[in-house]
Protein backbone atom coordinates (compact mmCIF):
# COMPACT_ATOMS: atom_id res chain seq x y z
CA UNK A 1 0.00 0.00 0.00
CA UNK A 2 2.93 2.70 -1.22
CA UNK A 3 0.08 4.74 -2.75
CA UNK A 4 -1.34 7.30 -0.91
CA UNK A 5 -2.19 9.79 -3.48
CA UNK A 6 -3.73 10.22 -6.76
CA UNK A 7 -0.17 10.32 -8.38
CA UNK A 8 1.48 7.23 -6.52
CA UNK A 9 -1.77 5.18 -7.26
CA UNK A 10 -2.04 6.12 -10.82
CA UNK A 11 2.00 4.84 -10.81
CA UNK A 12 1.23 1.70 -8.79
CA UNK A 13 -2.02 0.63 -10.48
CA UNK A 14 -0.40 1.34 -14.67
CA UNK A 15 2.24 -0.58 -13.61
CA UNK A 16 0.33 -3.51 -11.78
CA UNK A 17 -2.74 -3.58 -14.79
CA UNK A 18 -0.05 -2.76 -18.01
CA UNK A 19 -2.41 0.23 -19.12
CA UNK A 20 -3.15 3.68 -18.20
CA UNK A 21 -5.50 4.76 -16.09
CA UNK A 22 -7.70 8.31 -15.85
CA UNK A 23 -7.12 10.64 -12.85
CA UNK A 24 -11.20 9.79 -12.32
CA UNK A 25 -10.70 6.36 -12.28
CA UNK A 26 -7.77 6.46 -9.21
CA UNK A 27 -10.36 8.78 -7.69
CA UNK A 28 -13.18 6.13 -8.04
CA UNK A 29 -10.66 3.47 -6.36
CA UNK A 30 -9.77 5.24 -3.80
CA UNK A 31 -13.57 6.13 -2.88
CA UNK A 32 -14.19 2.35 -3.01
CA UNK A 33 -11.04 1.61 -0.66
CA UNK A 34 -12.09 4.20 1.70
CA UNK A 35 -15.63 2.96 2.00
CA UNK A 36 -14.38 -0.53 2.74
CA UNK A 37 -12.01 0.69 5.16
CA UNK A 38 -14.32 2.92 6.62
CA UNK A 39 -17.00 -0.18 7.28
CA UNK A 40 -13.80 -1.66 9.07
CA UNK A 41 -12.89 1.22 11.51
CA UNK A 42 -16.87 1.85 12.40
CA UNK A 43 -18.21 -1.59 12.30
CA UNK A 44 -19.99 -2.68 15.74
CA UNK A 45 -18.11 -4.20 18.52
CA UNK A 46 -20.78 -6.90 20.22
CA UNK A 47 -18.27 -8.96 22.09
CA UNK A 48 -16.52 -7.52 25.09
CA UNK A 49 -13.44 -7.04 25.29
CA UNK A 50 -11.10 -7.71 28.56
CA UNK A 51 -8.32 -6.09 27.76
CA UNK A 52 -7.37 -2.61 26.02
CA UNK A 53 -4.49 -1.60 24.44
CA UNK A 54 -4.04 1.91 23.31
CA UNK A 55 -1.18 3.91 21.83
CA UNK A 56 -0.21 6.81 19.18
CA UNK A 57 1.98 7.49 16.77
CA UNK A 58 3.05 10.63 15.20
CA UNK A 59 2.88 10.90 11.01
CA UNK A 60 3.61 13.93 8.59
CA UNK A 61 0.84 15.60 7.46
CA UNK A 62 0.66 18.35 5.13
CA UNK A 63 -2.57 20.40 5.70
CA UNK A 64 -2.84 24.38 3.86
CA UNK A 65 0.45 24.05 2.67
CA UNK A 66 1.79 23.85 5.59
CA UNK A 67 3.64 19.93 6.88
CA UNK A 68 2.48 19.51 10.81
CA UNK A 69 2.88 16.09 13.08
CA UNK A 70 -0.62 14.30 13.28
CA UNK A 71 -0.86 11.79 15.98
CA UNK A 72 -2.54 8.24 14.66
CA UNK A 73 -4.81 6.75 17.54
CA UNK A 74 -4.74 3.33 17.73
CA UNK A 75 -6.94 1.07 19.75
CA UNK A 76 -6.03 -3.20 19.93
CA UNK A 77 -8.85 -5.53 22.05
CA UNK A 78 -8.13 -9.14 23.32
CA UNK A 79 -11.31 -11.08 23.39
CA UNK A 80 -12.75 -13.57 25.71
CA UNK A 81 -11.07 -15.97 22.70
CA UNK A 82 -7.95 -14.55 23.23
CA UNK A 83 -7.55 -13.07 19.71
CA UNK A 84 -6.04 -9.86 19.28
CA UNK A 85 -8.30 -7.37 17.03
CA UNK A 86 -7.72 -3.96 15.95
CA UNK A 87 -10.81 -1.74 17.45
CA UNK A 88 -9.95 1.83 15.81
CA UNK A 89 -7.18 3.69 14.28
CA UNK A 90 -8.36 7.56 13.74
CA UNK A 91 -6.58 10.73 13.09
CA UNK A 92 -6.15 13.95 15.47
CA UNK A 93 -4.25 16.76 15.03
CA UNK A 94 -2.40 16.46 18.46
CA UNK A 95 -2.75 13.85 21.47
CA UNK A 96 -4.77 15.74 23.92
CA UNK A 97 -7.44 15.16 26.66
CA UNK A 98 -10.28 15.68 24.24
CA UNK A 99 -8.89 13.61 21.30
CA UNK A 100 -8.42 11.06 23.24
CA UNK A 101 -11.54 11.25 25.01
CA UNK A 102 -13.70 11.48 21.77
CA UNK A 103 -11.97 8.09 20.39
CA UNK A 104 -12.83 5.76 23.55
CA UNK A 105 -16.36 7.73 23.31
CA UNK A 106 -16.46 6.69 19.23
CA UNK A 107 -15.28 2.89 20.68
CA UNK A 108 -18.03 2.81 23.58
CA UNK A 109 -20.91 3.93 20.55
CA UNK A 110 -20.09 1.05 18.48
CA UNK A 111 -20.37 -1.03 21.40
CA UNK A 112 -16.80 -1.53 23.11
CA UNK A 113 -17.86 -3.08 26.53
CA UNK A 114 -16.40 -5.60 29.07
CA UNK A 115 -13.29 -3.95 29.57
CA UNK A 116 -11.28 -4.87 32.76
CA UNK A 117 -7.92 -3.83 31.77
CA UNK A 118 -6.32 -0.88 29.68
CA UNK A 119 -2.04 -0.45 29.09
CA UNK A 120 -1.35 2.80 27.74
CA UNK A 121 1.82 4.94 27.76
CA UNK A 122 1.64 7.90 30.86
CA UNK A 123 0.09 10.34 28.92
CA UNK A 124 -2.33 12.58 31.04
CA UNK A 125 -5.13 13.08 28.93
CA UNK A 126 -5.26 9.45 27.70
CA UNK A 127 -5.62 8.42 31.61
CA UNK A 128 -7.82 11.32 32.04
CA UNK A 129 -9.91 10.15 29.09
CA UNK A 130 -9.81 6.43 30.44
CA UNK A 131 -10.91 6.73 33.98
CA UNK A 132 -13.60 9.01 32.88
CA UNK A 133 -14.43 6.96 29.55
CA UNK A 134 -13.64 3.57 31.19
CA UNK A 135 -13.93 4.02 34.80
CA UNK A 136 -14.25 0.42 35.48
CA UNK A 137 -10.81 -0.58 34.42
CA UNK A 138 -7.92 -0.93 35.77
CA UNK A 139 -4.93 1.18 33.73
CA UNK A 140 -1.39 -0.27 33.43
CA UNK A 141 1.08 2.29 32.50
CA UNK A 142 3.58 0.67 30.40
CA UNK A 143 6.84 0.24 32.33
CA UNK A 144 9.11 -0.04 29.13
CA UNK A 145 8.00 4.11 28.71
CA UNK A 146 7.87 4.38 32.51
CA UNK A 147 11.80 3.02 32.35
CA UNK A 148 12.64 5.32 29.35
CA UNK A 149 10.94 8.10 31.62
CA UNK A 150 12.79 7.28 34.55
CA UNK A 151 16.42 8.59 33.02
CA UNK A 152 15.34 11.78 32.68
CA UNK A 153 16.11 11.89 36.67
CA UNK A 154 19.07 10.40 37.14
CA UNK A 155 22.68 12.62 35.94
CA UNK A 156 24.00 12.03 32.73
CA UNK A 157 26.82 9.30 33.67
CA UNK A 158 24.84 7.44 36.08
CA UNK A 159 25.30 3.82 36.98
CA UNK A 160 23.10 1.43 34.25
CA UNK A 161 23.26 -1.08 36.91
CA UNK A 162 20.53 1.44 39.11
CA UNK A 163 18.04 1.15 35.81
CA UNK A 164 18.57 -2.63 35.39
CA UNK A 165 17.68 -3.68 39.03
CA UNK A 166 14.54 -1.56 38.58
CA UNK A 167 13.37 -3.42 35.04
CA UNK A 168 13.77 -6.82 36.95
CA UNK A 169 11.02 -6.14 39.43
CA UNK A 170 9.24 -6.45 36.50
CA UNK A 171 9.95 -10.13 36.05
CA UNK A 172 8.71 -11.26 39.35
CA UNK A 173 5.80 -14.07 40.04
CA UNK A 174 3.86 -11.39 42.38
CA UNK A 175 3.22 -8.39 43.61
CA UNK A 176 4.50 -9.35 46.83
CA UNK A 177 7.68 -10.36 45.55
CA UNK A 178 8.01 -7.02 43.25
CA UNK A 179 7.41 -4.49 46.25
CA UNK A 180 9.85 -6.24 48.47
CA UNK A 181 12.71 -6.16 45.60
CA UNK A 182 11.52 -2.41 44.92
CA UNK A 183 12.17 -1.47 48.91
CA UNK A 184 15.36 -2.98 49.05
CA UNK A 185 15.87 -1.01 45.64
CA UNK A 186 15.43 2.09 47.13
CA UNK A 187 17.82 1.57 50.06
CA UNK A 188 20.14 0.84 47.46
CA UNK A 189 19.94 3.33 45.39
CA UNK A 190 18.63 6.56 47.43
CA UNK A 191 22.02 7.99 48.66
CA UNK A 192 23.18 8.44 45.35
CA UNK A 193 20.47 8.97 43.47
CA UNK A 194 17.60 10.67 45.83
CA UNK A 195 15.65 12.51 42.68
CA UNK A 196 15.00 9.04 40.80
CA UNK A 197 14.18 7.19 43.82
CA UNK A 198 11.50 9.81 45.20
CA UNK A 199 9.99 9.78 40.90
CA UNK A 200 9.94 6.03 41.13
CA UNK A 201 8.32 5.86 44.94
CA UNK A 202 5.52 8.43 43.79
CA UNK A 203 4.98 6.97 40.28
CA UNK A 204 5.89 3.26 39.88
CA UNK A 205 2.15 1.89 41.26
CA UNK A 206 0.49 2.37 38.43
CA UNK A 207 2.68 0.21 36.50
CA UNK A 208 2.84 -2.85 38.70
CA UNK A 209 -1.25 -2.69 38.21
CA UNK A 210 -0.08 -6.33 35.83
CA UNK A 211 0.22 -8.26 39.03
CA UNK A 212 -3.36 -8.76 39.48
CA UNK A 213 -3.67 -10.49 36.43
CA UNK A 214 -2.56 -14.26 35.63
CA UNK A 215 1.00 -14.75 35.74
CA UNK A 216 0.92 -16.49 32.04
CA UNK A 217 -0.53 -12.64 31.19
CA UNK A 218 2.09 -10.10 32.54
CA UNK A 219 4.53 -9.94 29.88
CA UNK A 220 1.87 -9.24 27.27
CA UNK A 221 0.27 -7.13 29.10
CA UNK A 222 2.69 -4.73 31.25
CA UNK A 223 3.47 -2.99 28.58
CA UNK A 224 2.74 -1.59 24.69
CA UNK A 225 4.67 -3.77 22.87
CA UNK A 226 2.30 -5.91 21.18
CA UNK A 227 1.17 -2.52 19.91
CA UNK A 228 4.32 -1.32 19.06
CA UNK A 229 5.52 -3.96 17.01
CA UNK A 230 2.38 -3.42 14.86
CA UNK A 231 3.80 0.77 14.96
CA UNK A 232 6.80 -0.55 13.63
CA UNK A 233 5.33 -2.27 10.48
CA UNK A 234 3.15 0.91 9.88
CA UNK A 235 6.80 3.23 10.15
CA UNK A 236 8.07 0.97 7.73
CA UNK A 237 5.08 1.47 5.03
CA UNK A 238 4.94 5.04 5.89
CA UNK A 239 8.74 6.09 5.87
CA UNK A 240 9.02 5.60 1.82
CA UNK A 241 6.38 8.38 1.88
CA UNK A 242 7.71 10.66 4.34
CA UNK A 243 5.20 13.39 4.23
CA UNK A 244 1.81 12.44 3.45
CA UNK A 245 -0.43 15.05 0.80
CA UNK A 246 -3.81 15.33 3.35
CA UNK A 247 -4.56 13.18 6.30
CA UNK A 248 -7.17 11.03 4.36
CA UNK A 249 -4.44 9.94 2.85
CA UNK A 250 -2.56 9.18 6.00
CA UNK A 251 -6.12 7.03 7.22
CA UNK A 252 -6.21 5.32 4.38
CA UNK A 253 -2.85 3.97 4.11
CA UNK A 254 -2.94 3.15 8.26
CA UNK A 255 -5.97 1.55 8.20
CA UNK A 256 -5.07 -1.00 4.87
CA UNK A 257 -2.13 -1.81 7.12
CA UNK A 258 -4.50 -2.35 10.22
CA UNK A 259 -6.80 -4.23 8.67
CA UNK A 260 -4.33 -6.54 7.17
CA UNK A 261 -2.46 -7.41 10.42
CA UNK A 262 -6.09 -7.71 12.00
CA UNK A 263 -7.02 -10.17 9.36
CA UNK A 264 -3.80 -12.18 10.32
CA UNK A 265 -4.22 -12.10 13.88
CA UNK A 266 -7.39 -13.56 13.52
CA UNK A 267 -5.96 -16.72 11.68
CA UNK A 268 -3.33 -16.93 13.92
CA UNK A 269 -3.27 -18.89 17.12
CA UNK A 270 -5.07 -17.98 19.80
CA UNK A 271 -2.88 -14.52 21.61
CA UNK A 272 -4.00 -15.50 25.15
CA UNK A 273 -5.21 -18.57 27.42
CA UNK A 274 -8.00 -16.97 28.41
CA UNK A 275 -9.18 -19.87 30.74
CA UNK A 276 -6.25 -18.42 32.80
CA UNK A 277 -8.09 -15.03 33.86
CA UNK A 278 -11.67 -17.20 34.16
CA UNK A 279 -10.32 -19.39 36.71
CA UNK A 280 -8.36 -16.45 38.69
CA UNK A 281 -11.83 -14.76 38.64
CA UNK A 282 -13.56 -17.33 39.83
CA UNK A 283 -10.64 -17.88 42.96
CA UNK A 284 -11.09 -14.45 43.52
CA UNK A 285 -14.87 -14.63 44.33
CA UNK A 286 -14.53 -17.39 46.37
CA UNK A 287 -12.45 -16.36 48.13
CA UNK A 288 -14.62 -13.01 48.40
CA UNK A 289 -17.54 -14.82 49.69
Given at each position: ??G?S???V?????????????????????????????????????E????????????????????M?????????????????I?A??????????????F?????????????????????????????????????????????????H??R??????????????????????R???????????????????????????????????????K?????????????E?????????????????????R??A?????????????????????????????A?
Amino acid sequence: MQGVSTRKVKAITEELCGHAFSASAISAINKRLDESLSAFATRPLAEPFPYLILDARYEKVREGGVVMSQAVLIAVGIDWDGRRQILAVEMANRESRSSWKDFLIGLRRRGLNGVEFVVADDHAGLRASVREVLAEAAFQRCYVHFLRNARDHLPRKADDDCLQELRWLYDRRSIDEARRDLSAWVAKWSARYPRLVAWVEETIDETLTFYRLPLQHHKHLKSTNMLERLNEEIRRRTYVVRIFPNSDACRRLVRALAVETHENWLEAHRYLNMSDLKELKKTQFRQAA
